[in-house]
């Protein structure tokens, strides 16, 4: 059972000012908000859950000393963001993610330029993860790492890689020579070029690399498109999938 | 100035159900209209548009022969299914599919076994363009073409990519040979395969391949993760992009 205020109080978390005032925000369904759970660098606030949730992680809500609330099938239809809400709503605390200088000189990065749909950010920090990839940078104008969709479609990739927002200008004096490579449309064909770890930029989805980072750029790098194509582009979610897949490839299976 | 009648007809385009019945589908916004309308191999019944759309395309619209009728923002509002419609809508009518023997013994093909999200769909049939596969084959269950959202998130390239419907026990006796590629997570690693021309079979978003295509596979191939990954899987159209952007590159850029 939960109470009218309760019901506001999440609520409000679905926009993104209260998020950020209160430094909360919202996971939901089953496997997301158990990941969430059993991941000890996260402080999980409150759980809602119909009793069949309650049941079966009782043991693991014990362990992690999570206050919870039973609510039924419409109660959870009341506090959720989904169509078809899945047993469980978490409100958790947000943390301060910094930059990692480590990381960012080490190994590859990706910088995010503006990217503005939750859905593709989710799943570039998912692509991330896949590839070993432990930090991505993202400017400040870049959509919400606690926007409901952006989570969603993480797939619990954002509990791996450390997402931080920095701008490009801000990032740079830590950058310390590290190659910048970035997905144009006319650079070097990626196949052919001979990568090294640095930071991977990928731009807006459709006006690409920004011009004041684009000038910062030191290896321009395309996807190249099969002669016959017609087509201008690709999404930019694919094109950070294909990219990152090609690094990955470079740096531990060339032949 | 519409009708009621012309727009209670556009909106029963709006459901599935009415397309079939009546080998109609909707395309809107500028830019894809005016690639529907610029290709001669479609037929567009009727355009729907602001008065600018149709001062700036007259020409177009006289030479297609196409008949058009001049909407204010808010008729345009009433047939459209986007939240901000962009000047104009295009009835368009059907175009049987079939397949083509040529392009599957010759080159790349993909085949999509029970993909459910037009999304995915229409960004696979995008990345199929860039590089340059002309034929994919999708398995009945899989989403609908005529998708409004299919075709947005395809960009057009529905135009250049032959669409056929088709299960994979029907298309099986046309392989003749084909290697069957199938995007699994136990697979040969992806990168350091032979990659040939062939048939390369994309998985359900939740389930994979099914068991009666797995059977067929002749080479399971894989997208390695990282040792020090925690994801699980990719988003099948991620995957479909990092594997299709390696037989593009094996194919033609291999050293």
Redesign the interface.
Known sequence: MISKNQIKYIQALHLKKNRDSQGLFIVEGVKLVTEFLADEGITVKQVYAVSDYLKKHHALLEKRNVAFTEVDVEELKKISLQSTPNQVLAVVIKKEQLLTKELLQSQTNLFLDDIRDPGNLG?MI??A??????QIICSKSTTELYNPKTLQ?S???V??VNVVYLDFEDLLPSLAGTPIYGAVLNGQ?I??SNLKPGIIVIGNEANGISDAVLAKITDPVT?????????????A???C??IC??F??QL??K?
């Open positions: 799943t998912r692509i993860d896949w590839f070993g990839i432990r479609s797939m619990g990739a509990l791996r064909n196949y052919t996807i190249p498109a099969a002669d016959n194509n017609g087509s201008e582009s690709l999404n979610a694919n094109a999938a294909i897949g090609e990955h490839r531990h299976y032949a």
